[in-house]
């Protein structure tokens, strides 16, 4: 059978497959398919899994499940603000499931979150059918939520962040323009002097083009880049990166001490301070296309996946 790119597909009617790339496709038993709708922006589909428990699908990607939110959340926001000595204001664009939000909340010297979500109906279909990830987040009073486009809220904001933290979908459609060399500068500018960005980079095994296209903008915009990486069974190749971006700081060599400071009293699953250290070690081959600053060669595959794509 022929697949498209993201296209869901339940062959024998009780499977979920995503096939980012042509030739390879990562799949899921369905135990129960539990809503399915469009919104003005995506397809919206909730299914639960006998792996993943219950799983969000957007466009035909998966983009968390009840069974592991925890690392890719834990992993998007806990190195940016376990870097920073008290983060006070926080930016999450995307992450409509809320987890992220959440794990903002957490660090006890957070006094402000702003949440910039393009589709509404992601949060309300989260909150109804995967309360346990935001876990109430969106109810707190710092919290400040407003549905919109991501880009063009950065580009017209006068506040400074601490972090900005980019929990998207992957760089098609209403997301392409939060992997844009223009979204990057405007984060830089509504960064804090000592603040930290973080975006997600897809799949380092399949999305090599991608990864490596975020990690030269950024690099032509931001002084220190550092990607990480982080296993997150949900998503396709399982190995996912991060791009770190600071004006300064290098968020590889923060202390653990210092981080394991700043984690008390908070409860992970995945992200300790040797994970934090660990996350930046890259493969040979994928730190030596990153530095090289390829275009669409990048990745952990020697094809990378601009050749199927
Ligand atoms: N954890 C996921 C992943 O890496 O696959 C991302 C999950 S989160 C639900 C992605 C969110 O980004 C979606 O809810 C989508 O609506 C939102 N989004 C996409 N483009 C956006 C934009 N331009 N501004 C704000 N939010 C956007």
Same mark, same amino acid.
């Given at each position: 059978m022929e697949l498209s790119t993201h296209e869901p597909v339940f062959p024998l009617g009780r499977w979920f497959a995503e096939a980012p790339i042509q030739g390879f496709r990562q799949g899921y038993h369905v135990r129960r398919e539990i809503y399915q709708g469009r919104s003005p922006y995506q397809s919206i589909q909730v299914i639960e899994t006998d792996l993943l428990g219950t799983t969000l699908i957007l466009e035909g990607a998966?983009?968390?499940?009840?069974?592991?939110e925890h690392i890719y959340h834990e992993m998007l926001v806990h190195p940016a603000l376990c870097a920073l000595a008290a983060p006070r204001t926080v930016l999450v664009i995307g992450g409509g499931d809320g987890g992220a939000l959440r794990r903002v909340l957490e660090h006890p010297t957070v006094e402000r979150a702003v949440q910039v979500e393009l589709d509404r109906a992601v949060v309300d279909t989260c909150l109804k059918y995967l309360p346990e990830i935001s876990a109430g987040a969106f109810d707190d009073p710092r919290v400040e939520l407003v549905i919109g486009d991501g880009a063009r809220y950065l580009a017209e904001t006068n506040e400074r962040f601490d972090a900005i933290l980019v929990d998207s979908? !992957?760089? &098609? $459609?209403?997301?392409?323009?939060?992997?844009s060399e223009a979204f990057y500068r405007a984060a830089f500018r509504a960064l804090a002097e000592d603040g930290v960005f973080v975006t997600q980079s897809g799949s380092p095994l399949l999305m090599g083009a991608e990864l490596g296209k975020a990690a030269r903008q950024l690099r032509r915009v931001f002084p220190v880049v550092a990607p990480y990486l982080a296993s997150i069974p949900?998503?396709?190749?399982?190995i996912w990166s991060f791009l770190s971006a600071t004006k300064g700081k290098d968020l590889a060599a923060v202390p653990p001490a210092e981080i394991e400071r700043r984690l008390e009293g908070i409860v992970t699953r995945y992200y300790t301070p040797a994970m934090h250290q660990a996350a930046f070690v890259l493969p040979a081959d994928l730190a030596r296309s990153l530095a090289a600053g390829q275009? !669409?060669? &990048? $990745?952990?595959?020697?094809?990378?996946?601009a050749v199927s794509r």
């Amino acid at each position: 059978m022929e697949l498209s790119t993201h296209e869901p597909v339940f062959p024998l009617g009780r499977w979920f497959a995503e096939a980012p790339i042509q030739g390879f496709r990562q799949g899921y038993h369905v135990r129960r398919e539990i809503y399915q709708g469009r919104s003005p922006y995506q397809s919206i589909q909730v299914i639960e899994t006998d792996l993943l428990g219950t799983t969000l699908i957007l466009e035909g990607a998966v983009q968390t499940s009840s069974v592991d939110e925890h690392i890719y959340h834990e992993m998007l926001v806990h190195p940016a603000l376990c870097a920073l000595a008290a983060p006070r204001t926080v930016l999450v664009i995307g992450g409509g499931d809320g987890g992220a939000l959440r794990r903002v909340l957490e660090h006890p010297t957070v006094e402000r979150a702003v949440q910039v979500e393009l589709d509404r109906a992601v949060v309300d279909t989260c909150l109804k059918y995967l309360p346990e990830i935001s876990a109430g987040a969106f109810d707190d009073p710092r919290v400040e939520l407003v549905i919109g486009d991501g880009a063009r809220y950065l580009a017209e904001t006068n506040e400074r962040f601490d972090a900005i933290l980019v929990d998207s979908t !992957d760089p &098609v $459609g209403p997301a392409e323009a939060l992997f844009s060399e223009a979204f990057y500068r405007a984060a830089f500018r509504a960064l804090a002097e000592d603040g930290v960005f973080v975006t997600q980079s897809g799949s380092p095994l399949l999305m090599g083009a991608e990864l490596g296209k975020a990690a030269r903008q950024l690099r032509r915009v931001f002084p220190v880049v550092a990607p990480y990486l982080a296993s997150i069974p949900s998503y396709p190749g399982v190995i996912w990166s991060f791009l770190s971006a600071t004006k300064g700081k290098d968020l590889a060599a923060v202390p653990p001490a210092e981080i394991e400071r700043r984690l008390e009293g908070i409860v992970t699953r995945y992200y300790t301070p040797a994970m934090h250290q660990a996350a930046f070690v890259l493969p040979a081959d994928l730190a030596r296309s990153l530095a090289a600053g390829q275009d !669409d060669a &990048v $990745g952990l595959l020697p094809v990378s996946a601009a050749v199927s794509r």
